[in-house]
């Protein structure tokens, strides 16, 4: 969904004091994983002016007393404390060291004073435990890393968390999922503050899509976060689990936990981060994947065997959270399984063969048809062979829209 003009005003507010909208202040904690600390000391800490890309002044903060270790007994030490965060007009939580230990009460009330002296907040994975401490996400749409969505919905039943963005975007505090989201969520900010173009040029120096379309939703997997193993509703989501081949809804469920509707709703949202039917889908459909991989059921087949009530629904569900049909999605899977060079021959043969203008769907087929696999095959295979751009390709041209598939607000 696109921010329009009217909400984007408005989550624009004056900066006040000494802070410049050009100045972003990374606050770094000790125990931080070192990929989502660098993203956004990459993106915003580097001269790239001679590509297009306005420059940033870059603030590198400890968030505690340092020396901060990360990753692999690394130790950091940060330029700047908690003070210089006063001269920010962005400021970027990396990520936490531990979603079940509260973050520095000072670095909790530089953050608060920032957002209400008009900077911008942004969380990225873990990052956004911080923003919710601080209590910058009360009654705001959120995402983090889809393994950790349900704890930072529980422990913050105030905020609106949606595991299967990669990012959101909610005026003046963002947040997005985790490790590589964050480099998408970062562009995002350049194409705000600078415009497609300049998003555009970043995202070819750092050899990434400028925009990814879809969701976490491709990654979720049938895990369960460790809090719901004592809870009452433990059972009804095994017994759900053991039963998606059965046609029933979230009345069944509510049913057999001997609740209402709305407190089903209320209780299974504050478990496990999602609303109880877009968890039974996202189940219906990555069981589905798996009986599309593993066995030889016609599409018809396996839409009865996922619990959907036709195969009409099954084709609609699966495009919306794989982006392919149900048989382009099995096509793509046994196209490369058989053969690990399958992909790779093909990926490059797309790539290599995109003229500087873009591809246009029917030169698209002439080339996968030359590399022996179907147009289908070639939109549809996991990875995105007809998604990803070539040297050349429209994803990477300057001035094109942005894809959809990421969250701003509304």
């Excluded at 003009?5 to 909208?21: I, N």
């Excluded at 904690?29 to 990929?35: C, Q, R, V």
């Excluded at 018809?300 to 495009?319: I, K, Q, T, Y």
């Excluded at 295979?381 to 041209?397: I, T």
Aim: aromatic letters at 6%.
């Amino acid at each position: 969904m696109s921010q329009d003009s009217a909400t984007a005003t408005e989550a624009a507010r004056k900066l006040t004091g000494r802070r410049r909208r050009e100045v972003v202040a990374v606050l770094l904690f000790s125990g931080g994983p070192i990929f989502e600390s660098s993203i956004p000391l990459s993106v915003f800490g580097i001269d790239r002016q001679d590509a297009g890309v306005p420059r940033y002044r870059l603030l590198v903060c400890g968030g505690e007393e340092g020396p901060l270790r990360t990753t692999g007994g690394l130790e950091l030490s940060a330029p700047y404390g908690l003070e210089a965060i006063s001269r920010a007009g962005t400021v970027v939580v990396p990520a936490w060291r531990s979603i079940t230990s509260p973050p520095p009460a000072e670095a909790l009330d530089a953050l608060r004073r920032a957002h209400e002296e008009g900077a911008r907040i942004v969380g990225l994975c873990t990052g956004a435990f911080v923003l919710a401490a601080a209590g910058l996400l009360d009654g705001r749409p959120a995402t983090t890393h889809w393994m950790y969505a349900p704890t930072l919905a529980k422990r913050y039943p105030s905020v609106h968390v949606d595991p299967r963005e990669l990012f959101v975007d909610d005026g003046d505090v963002l947040t997005s999922a985790g490790t590589a989201a964050g480099i998408d969520l970062c562009l995002h900010i350049v194409r705000t503050d600078h415009g497609t173009e300049a998003a555009g040029a970043l995202a070819r120096r750092l050899v990434v899509p400028p925009r990814r379309s879809g969701g976490q939703e491709r990654y979720l997997d049938r895990s369960l976060p460790e809090e719901i193993g004592s809870d009452p509703l433990a059972e009804v989501v095994a017994w759900a689990l053991e039963h998606l081949h059965e046609q029933f809804d979230v009345e069944t469920l509510a049913a057999r936990a001997y609740m209402s509707r709305r407190t089903f709703d209320r209780r299974f949202r504050s478990l496990t981060g999602s609303a109880p039917l877009q968890w039974l889908i996202t189940q219906r459909v990555l069981q589905a994947q798996r009986l599309l991989e593993t066995s030889d059921y016609s599409v018809d087949e396996v839409a009865g065997r996922c619990g959907f009530r036709s195969p009409v629904a099954l084709r609609g569900h699966f495009r919306r959270q794989l982006g392919s049909s149900p048989a382009a999605y099995r096509a793509a899977y046994r196209a490369r399984r058989p053969q690990g060079g399958v992909l790779e021959s093909v990926t490059t043969a797309l790539e290599t063969s995109v003229p500087p203008q873009g591809t246009a769907p029917g030169r698209r087929s002439a080339v996968a048809s030359s590399a022996g696999l179907s147009p289908a095959v070639a939109a549809a295979a996991p990875g995105g062979l007809a998604d990803r751009p070539g040297p050349g390709s429209e994803a990477y041209a300057p001035g094109r829209p942005a894809l959809p598939g990421q969250r701003s607000a509304p």
